[in-house]
């Protein structure tokens, strides 16, 4: 039987489990306090078109959970570099670790031709320690495009799931990246494969980078963000100096920053992760996001001055501790 550890027992993770759990996987996630509790006294509860489905994962530390053949991270990207050595009891000579974070991963430009090529991002991996802790050349990526949320500790419900998207950083197709497709196909979860998993994850920022800090800033949905023409205007202007940096990198997509606005629109008034953290009084995904951006932009020598600015406002409101979010 398969074996994979989800490492980040949250919305993502709860999904990805129950999916692998359906799939016929020996599924484990790693957890603690009020949520490991709930997984070993009442199991997992997902939610999802409707049905409501319990499982029993195993649930502890990866020192209790131990060599696993797949390892999830779906925990938020800026907590990794802390974690990333604690989970060296999961990995094993023949383990496949898979990034589904939302932001830049500490793997981005490991043997990515380019002006970055092989060099560390700080605003990702500032000690190094994921780029120590995974193996480089057993990593897929992903990218996660669903909502979830968390109704009680490992109890989940999801709001809406679009696909998951996974590849290899090499763009190579490989007998593990069918399985992992295929597997939480079987499990519920519309997986498709992609040759160019850097693309994908740099085309699901170019609309994230924007509208996560500029929610936290405001305490407004994307509809109120969008529908003020001087918050748009700044909106594209980042999203401009963003793809300037995309097209040094040799990944700039066809579709224009109009063009991805209006696919945020079609989205309907929604709430993104950055605001929702900040009311919750989670740490916020900053650095991943954008502060990536800014950082590349520096070493690609792109002035990005709507960026910088928007990045030390936000920095400053997730070190204030307080959400001042509208209701």
């Known amino acids: 039987m398969v074996s994979a550890a989800i490492v980040g027992a949250g919305a993502i993770g709860a999904w990805l489990a129950d999916a692998l759990d359906r799939a016929g996987w020996r599924v484990s996630m790693l957890a603690r306090g009020t949520t490991l509790a709930a997984l070993r ?54 383990t496949t670790v898979i990034s589904a974070t939302n932001g830049i991963p500490w793997w981005f430009f490991d043997d990515f031709a380019g002006p970055l090529c092989d060099h560390p991002l700080q605003s990702v991996d500032p000690t190094g320690s994921q780029a120590h802790s995974f193996p480089r050349g057993r990593i897929l990526g992903s990218v996660v495009h669903a909502t979830a949320r968390v109704l009680a500790p490992a109890h989940v419900q999801l709001v809406a799931a679009d696909r998951i998207v996974i590849g290899a950083p090499d763009g190579r197709s490989s007998s593990r990246v069918a399985e992992v497709a295929a597997e939480l196909r079987l499990g519920g979860i519309n997986a498709v494969v992609s040759e ?86 989670r740490p916020l995904e900053v650095e991943p996001q954008l502060g990536a951006v800014v950082e590349i932009a520096g070493r690609l020598g792109v002035a990005a001055p709507f960026c910088r600015a928007i990045l030390g406002l936000t920095r400053l409101r997730a070190a204030s501790g307080w959400s001042g979010a509208r209701t």
């Open 41 to 94: 006294s009442a199991g997992l509860r997902v939610e999802r078109g409707g049905e409501s489905r319990r499982s029993e994962p195993a649930a502890g530390s990866a020192t209790e959970l131990g060599c696993q053949d797949y390892v999830f991270l779906a925990v938020k990207a800026q907590a990794l570099p802390a974690l990333a050595e604690s989970l060296q009891p999961l990995i094993g000579p023949q």
């Open 196 to 281: 160019g998993i850097r693309q994908e994850i740099w085309a699901k920022l170019w609309g994230n980078m924007n509208m996560n800090p500029l929610s936290a800033l405001t305490g407004s949905g994307t509809a109120g963000i969008l529908g003020d023409p001087d918050i748009l205007e700044l909106c594209l202007k980042m999203m401009q100096e963003m793809r300037e940096c995309g097209e040094l990198l040799g990944l700039a997509g066809a579709m224009s920053a109009p063009e991805r606005i209006a696919v945020t629109q079609r989205l309907g008034d929604f709430k993104p992760s950055m605001l929702a953290d900040l009311e919750a009084g």
